[in-house]
Structures are given as structure tokens and as C-alpha cells.
């Protein structure tokens, strides 16, 4: 079996005993704590040796901006696409997906594949990549959760200043935000995980090493999907994919892009799972509202969970079919078409269900009145 595939059944597999050990977790407040365990030592650990091990290369700093720029065009299309999923403006779910659909985790989807069929170059070219990706989920989507949490969560109208105050008291005090600005200091002095102490440099890997475990163990362990939210999240994920593929084929019909490996690469990185980090965002600011007690919710923490748990398996198949698909997207136009495909189907299942809805409560009616009607005749 490719290796590949048994790297893709792995993951599942750790997704899978989260959902078998739910028995043993039957309080919600021992799966609270796996969490805090990723956002306070795993995930700051895993960032900060990412950052650390970070090579810049001249040629290759266009390619942070490009991925960048994917990351923005799907922040901006979501107002625009999450009404016709279903998803109301200004609820949590709302504002949940719209922080998750954007983000990329190609550490965990993309990554090990794009090694196994295109080979160390290319993976050096997709880790520059995901620099641009980082900055936006590390530091654009957190800035952009905690402005909407102190917006909703405050109930008299504060100046430019006052808001700013708690937000950025906020940043310094997360351990993700301290480890991030500590790595940007030792790479600004041309320091690498290589100069640090032998302890402290174990110590990080060690920590960082229990985090995809962690990760996929608290997926499986925490997502509750229901039949609507599968569907409605499922048609979300593959107009993600469909935008992400049109986004791509405009870029390589613009660019003249002829190689099959470079048209590869594009695609495969764009459609990367969900990642983790703004969902690590949405963990920070429930735990904030509920030492408040507070009321209003700024996010929808199962579902953004849900997300996350289609978005891993889905992200594969795609992924894996792209790359096994030879020299088929090296013609645009099969770029297109099937960008085409995955939004039809993206858009379709909302209408569809809206129109079963429909026609359901129509008949519904129908049945009322003629009971009605019946009743009235008898009596």
C-alpha cells in the first residue's frame, strides 16, 4: 500500500479511538483539559519550533504572499457563500466557520503526500508557503477573534483605544502568542533550535511530538455531528474546494504555468484540511467567556469541531486524488471543470434540502387542513 494512503489511515485511525473512548470521557470537563494541554504546551511548542526551523529564501519569498493571498480571497468570499449554506450572519456557527473555512493545515494533510509524489523540492516550496499561511492563522485570524469577541461581549460602545487595551492584553498573555514572539526574537539574532541548550531544545520536540496525536484524539473525542450539520458542513468544505481549485486555475491560465509537478503543488497546498490554530482562537475565547459566565457566545465550539473532523477526510481524498491524477490538470480547462463540479455540489445540497424542507412543511399544511376540514364535517 502506498505510503501515503497508510499516513492518511493512521490519522483516521487516531480520530477513530477518540470516538471509541468517549465512554471514558464522560465529563466535558476532562476533554477541556486535552485542550488545554494542546493550547498551553503542545501547539506553542510545535509553533515555536516551526518558526525556528524556518530557512528564508530569496526566490522564494513570493510564494508566502501567494498563499497568503489564497488565504484572504476565502476570508472575504465567505460573507457571500455561508448564507446560502444555511448559516445565518451573526450567529456563532456564522462566525465559527468563517475563521475555520479560510485556514490551511498542510503540516497535516497536504505535506506528507506532497513528498511521497513530488519530493523534497517541492515540499521545501510548500513549507515556505505555509509561512504566509501561518502569519494569517497565527496573528490575522486571532486579531480578527478577539475583536469580534470584545465587540459582542461589550455593552456600552468603547473608543478605538479601550477596545485595542484588552485585545492586546490578551495577545501577550496567551503562551501560543509568547512562544511566537520568543522564536521571532532568536531568528532576528540568526538563532535555530540548533543553538538552544540541549534540555530546552528535547524538552520542545518532546512536547511538540504529542501534538497531531493530541489533536486528532480530541477531534474524535469531541465532534458531534448531526445529520443537517454533516450535510450543511459537507456542501460548506466542498465549495471551499471548488473556489480553491477556481483560484487556481485562474492563477496558472495568468501565470502561463506549464510544469505538471508546479501545477500540482498549487492545487495540493490550496486544498489543504481546516487547520487547527483558529479553532485554538475559538477555544481561548469560550474559556474566556465562560470564566465571565457570559451569556453571549462568540463562537460555536462544537461546530467548529465538526468542521475540522470533515475537513481532514475530505482534504485527503482531494489531495491524493490531484496527485495521482498524472497530466490531467495540466490543461486549465480540467482545472475549471472540475472547480465547477465540487461548487455545483456544494450548492446543490442546500437546495435541495431547502427545497425537501419546503415541500415537507407544505404537505404538513396540507394534511392540517384537511384533518381540519374533516374534523369540522363530523362534527
Known sequence: MDIG??????????????????????SKEEITGIKKVILNLALPATIFIALLGVKVELHLLILPLLALGLNLLLFFAMP???????????????????????????????FPFILEFLGDEYLAKAAMSDLGNKVFVLFFLY?????????????????????????????????????????????AFGLHMDSLPFFMSETLEKLSL???????????????????QFFQIFSLLCTRAGLV????????????IEARNEILLTIAFGLSA???????????????????????????????????????????????????????????????M??????AVGFTIPLISGVSKKKWSEQKLIDHEINSAATEKAA
Not at 8 to 22: A, D, E, R
Not at 245 to 256: K, R
Not at 301 to 320: E, Q, R
Open 5 to 26: 494512503i497508510q499516513k492518511t489511515i493512521v490519522f483516521l485511525f487516531f480520530i477513530f479511538i477518540g470516538v471509541l473512548l468517549k465512554v471514558k470521557f464522560k
Open 80 to 110: 457571500f457563500i455561508l448564507p446560502l449554506m444555511g448559516i445565518g450572519k451573526g450567529t456563532p456557527e456564522y462566525r465559527t466557520a468563517k475563521l475555520l473555512v479560510p485556514s490551511l493545515a498542510p503540516g497535516l494533510s497536504s
Open 143 to 187: 486579531l480578527v477573534a478577539m475583536n469580534w469577541h470584545y465587540s459582542l461581549q461589550s455593552n456600552e460602545k468603547r473608543n478605538g483605544g479601550t477596545k485595542l487595551k484588552p485585545l492586546i492584553k490578551a495577545m501577550i498573555s496567551e503562551p501560543v502568542n509568547v512562544f511566537i514572539g520568543a522564536a521571532l526574537i532568536l531568528l
Open 210 to 228: 504529542i501534538m497531531t496525536p493530541l489533536v486528532l484524539l480530541f477531534i474524535g473525542l469531541a465532534v458531534k455531528i448531526k445529520r443537517k
Open 245 to 256: 481549485l477556481l483560484i487556481s486555475g485562474i492563477f496558472v491560465t495568468l501565470t502561463g
Open 274 to 336: 481546516c487547520s487547527f490554530w483558529p479553532y485554538a482562537h475559538i477555544a481561548a475565547v469560550d474559556s474566556m467567556e465562560m470564566d465571565k459566565k457570559s451569556k453571549k457566545k462568540t463562537f460555536s465550539s462544537d461546530f467548529g469541531v465538526a468542521i475540522l473532523a470533515l475537513s481532514f477526510p475530505l482534504s485527503t481524498m482531494l489531495i491524493l486524488a490531484t496527485l495521482n491524477s498524472g497530466s490531467f490538470f495540466m490543461n486549465p480547462f480540467n482545472i475549471f
Open 338 to 343: 472540475i472547480a465547477v463540479v465540487l461548487l
